[in-house]
Each structure stands twice: as structure tokens, then as C-alpha cells.
């Protein structure tokens, strides 16, 4: 496999701003439970003309203008996301054609959150063969569509946003590429699902009555297995390159919620300067929280070229995904 870079980055969040004070006029919770349970303080949620593949343009925009290039030298789009615009046609192919590239094939990724990490895998793939040259990896989601503002123990946790990172391939000594573990366990499909809409149970008025169409979770199976699984993840992979964890400059994990990436980083023995954590302003916007997290260490001045970055996810499948980069730029 030839060396691979991430060589530009971009994001965009929806200006909308819903607090926890916002929620505690929508469903019985408060600002207190939520903070202290999740971390989170606050989510943008998309205007309704917006979609998904409208987070994705601006995101994607913004990469290929920190870049300097012209989305027609895009070889590839890759769209993470659990919340596509439709089914079909692909997001991606709607982000191909607003962005103009023209010469770009592309596809929908889902793996809930750890879309993005998968994604980034799967793009350090496609140029590492040596068959792509640009490979545009978009993590966005729209979950505020999915969400079910009359269940408090969903509707705090989720926003939207979006992200994108453009692979390309680097020269021999270059920052770039260093490893990847990712996994699925689909035996922990039933925590973590939008139950109706798809082949298994299509819409209709008894799955729109019963409100199947939202995200349901199972709260405390998902936070044990994530905790368990992100640290297994994490770890495995620094053993599988030979990199101690005092090596990595930051973890930058998917924000689901704070008590699980301190639990993560503690086991790991990663002290909180080397961790990411920027979950109070976004909430979990799944395929998003890894780039939005990235661009937040990059703007602090705490992510640099040369830097030994950790991404690392667990999400709903389960899905569970690491990868670790030298930051290129
Ligand atoms: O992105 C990947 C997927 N998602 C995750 O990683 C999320 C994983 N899970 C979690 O983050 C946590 O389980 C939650 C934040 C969802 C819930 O926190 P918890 O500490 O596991 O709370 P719980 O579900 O055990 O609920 C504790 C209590 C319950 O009341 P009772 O039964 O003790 O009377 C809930 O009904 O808190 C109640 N509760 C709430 N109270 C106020 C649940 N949601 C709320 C709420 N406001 N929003």
C-alpha cells in the first residue's frame, strides 16, 4: 500500500442553536441531568428546507477551498451518514453533482458513529491501492430528522453538523496513514436502531402511530458496551503498530457522550491534554463528531503537522472502528 495523507479539512454546523433550557420546554429533563449525565451544554439542529446533503456541500466546499483545488480533480466521494436525504439516490451522488465532479464516483457509508472512521479507512484504502488520487470522506448527519422530541432519553443527546477530510497520497517519509482496526458485533443491533422505514417494516400509519421511525436506544447497554469496546479498539490498535500511548498527541474520539470518552482515555492512560472533547457545543452528530472535533484541536493550536492523531468510534450495529494518522497539514 502507498503512503496516504489527509491533506485538507473542512466542516460545517447549521447556525441553529438549541440549548438544554430549550429541551426542558419540550420534554421533562433539565439543563443539570443532561450536563451531568452527557457533557453536553448544547446542538445545532438544520432549518427544515435543510438536508443532509446540504451539510455535506458546505463541509465538502470548505476542504476543497483549504486545498486550493476544483472538486472536478475529486476521484471519489464518500458520504457517511445514517440520515441521507433519501434512500436513494445516494447522497453522495447528490454532494457529486452540487459539487461539480465531474469525474468523481462515490457511495453512502453507514456505519451510525463510526461512519467517519470507516470512511477515513476506506479512503486511505482506495488511494493507497494507487487507483485514486482524491478521495473526499464526508462524515454528516441530520439526526434532528430522526430524533423524537417527545423522548427525553434520545432527544438530548443528538445535533447536526458535518465534516470532511481529502486523502491523497504522500511522499516516502511523509505524515500520513499509519493503521487501522475496525470491527462490527451485529449482535448489538436491537440496543441501538430506527426500527420502521426500510425493507423490514416499511412505512405505514400503525409504524407512524407508534413512533418507529425515531431513534431508539437502549441508554445503558450501549454506553457499557461503548466504554468496554472503545477502549479494546483504541488499545489493540496502538499494540498492532507498536505505539505507546504517551506517543499519541491527541485522541480525537467520537463525542457520544463525555462519561465515556474520560472512561476511554483513563483506561487507555492518556492524560486530558491528549484528548479531544468538544461534545458540550454539538451534541452527538454521529458521522460528524470526529471532523468537527479535528477542526476545534487545528483552530486551538493544539493539532499540528507531525502530530500522532488517534480517531476512534463505537455506534449502532454495533460498529466499532480506530485509526491512527500523522496529521499532514
Ligand atoms: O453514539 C453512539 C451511541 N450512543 C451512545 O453512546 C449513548 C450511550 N448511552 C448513554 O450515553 C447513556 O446511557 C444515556 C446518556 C443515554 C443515559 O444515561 P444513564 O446514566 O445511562 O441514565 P439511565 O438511562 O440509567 O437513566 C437514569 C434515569 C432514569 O430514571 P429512573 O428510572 O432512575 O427514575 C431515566 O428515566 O434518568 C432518567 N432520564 C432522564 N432524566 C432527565 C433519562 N433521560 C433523562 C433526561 N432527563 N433527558
Known amino acids: 500500500m502507498r503512503n496516504v495523507k489527509i491533506s485538507a479539512i473542512g466542516t460545517y454546523v447549521p ?64 458520504v457517511c451518514t445514517v440520515t441521507p436525504d433519501h434512500f436513494f439516490p445516494s447522497t453522495a451522488c447528490l454532494v457529486q453533482h452540487r459539487l461539480g465532479a465531474k469525474h468523481a464516483w462515490g ?19 482506495l488511494v493507497g491501492a ?59 443491533g436491537e440496543a441501538l436502531k430506527m426500527p420502521a422505514g426500510g425493507s423490514r417494516l416499511p412505512p405505514s400509519h400503525e409504524t407512524v402511530e407508534q413512533r418507529l421511525h425515531y431513534v431508539k436506544q437502549d441508554g445503558q ?4 458496551f461503548a466504554v468496554r469496546r ?35 482515555a483513563d483506561r487507555l492512560g492518556l492524560s486530558p491534554e491528549q484528548v479531544v472533547i468538544n461534545i458540550e457545543k454539538y451534541g452527538n452528530t454521529t458521522a460528524a463528531t470526529i471532523p468537527l472535533a479535528t477542526m ?4 486551538d493550536g493544539r493539532l499540528k503537522k507531525g502530530d500522532l492523531v488517534l480517531f476512534s468510534a463505537v455506534g449502532a450495529g454495533f460498529t466499532i472502528g480506530a485509526n491512527l494518522w500523522r496529521w499532514a497539514i
Open 15 to 78: 447556525p441553529r442553536v438549541l440549548t438544554n433550557s430549550d429541551l426542558e420546554k419540550l420534554v421533562d429533563t433539565s439543563n443539570e441531568w443532561i450536563l451531568e449525565r452527557t457533557g453536553i451544554l448544547e446542538r445545532h439542529i438544520a432549518d427544515p428546507e435543510m438536508a443532509t446533503s446540504d451539510l455535506a456541500v458546505e463541509a465538502g466546499k470548505a476542504a476543497l477551498e483549504m486545498r486550493g483545488i476544483d472538486a472536478a480533480e475529486l476521484d471519489a466521494i464518500l
Open 107 to 125: 457511495f453512502d457509508l453507514i456505519a451510525a458513529c463510526s461512519s467517519f472512521v470507516f470512511g477515513l479507512t476506506t479512503g486511505a484504502h
Open 130 to 188: 494507487g487507483t485514486h488520487k482524491k478521495v473526499l470522506v464526508i462524515g454528516a448527519d441530520t439526526m434532528s430528522r430522526i430524533i423524537d422530541y417527545t423522548d427525553r432519553t434520545t432527544c438530548v443527546l443528538f445535533g447536526d453538523g458535518a465534516g470532511a477530510m481529502l486523502i491523497e497520497p504522500a511522499e516516502d517519509g511523509e505524515p500520513g496513514f499509519v493503521g487501522f482496526r475496525n470491527e462490527v458485533d451485529g449482535s448489538g
Open 221 to 224: 447497554a450501549v454506553f457499557k
Open 230 to 264: 472503545m477502549h479494546e479498539i483504541s488499545a489493540g490498535l496502538l499494540e498492532q503498530t507498536g505505539t505507546p500511548a504517551s506517543d499519541v498527541k491527541l485522541m480525537i474520539p467520537h463525542q457520544a457522550n463525555l462519561r465515556i470518552i474520560k472512561a476511554t
Open 296 to 299: 476545534e484541536a487545528i483552530n
